[in-house]
């Protein structure tokens, strides 16, 4: 009777509960084409973009004091429970070696502290100011959130490095 008792309870850990796994665990979808609602709001937009690899849109600014800016909107939806967001990035400085010096990394947290919308991300070598924009936002939403984060990203790869890589 207990060796039954147990190998129900074994058993029961090892079914996953409906409902569950959408509450404790993020995913990510994989589809690695080009998201067509992005292009139309990008057109309407009238903003000039390309398509990379990924499927991601790519797309390059021109701002204040003859600087540009690179800025990504990711086709890719990621899900957490019932939200669904995406991201929208660009990218403000690259490490050598790899790893970033604390006085970088400690300032980029520090910004991610104040910021309205977003965060500092680490991804490979590179500083991306990352904002996750709901899946389903108006054209307008998409505007504002690139222009964050295409302000953000550039004043913090002239301050970090005075230059103008991105």
């Known amino acids: 009777m207990r060796l ?20 404790t665990a993020s995913t990510r979808e994989t589809d690695r084409s080009a998201d067509p609602a992005i292009a139309r709001q990008l057109d309407s937009l009238k903003y000039q973009y390309e398509v990379d690899d990924d499927g991601d849109y790519k797309l390059a600014f021109d701002m204040d004091e003859g600087r540009s800016q690179l800025a990504f909107v990711i086709s ?13 990035w660009a990218p403000a400085y690259r ?31 590179m500083a991306v100011f990352v904002v996750k924009l709901a899946a389903d936002a108006t054209p307008r939403q998409l505007d504002d959130a690139l222009d964050f984060v295409l302000r953000t990203a550039d004043q913090m790869e002239l301050e970090l490095t ?3 890589e991105f």
């Open 4 to 23: 039954h008792a147990l190998a129900v309870v074994l058993v029961s850990l090892c079914v996953p509960l409906p409902g569950l796994a959408a509450d």
């Open 76 to 88: 890719a939806v990621e899900s957490f429970g019932e939200m669904k967001v995406r991201e929208v």
């Open 95 to 125: 490490a050598t070696g790899g790893e970033f010096p604390a006085q970088v990394a400690n300032r980029l947290l520090e910004d991610s502290h104040s910021s309205k919308l977003g965060a500092w991300v680490k991804q490979g070598d």
């Open 162 to 164: 005075g230059k103008d």
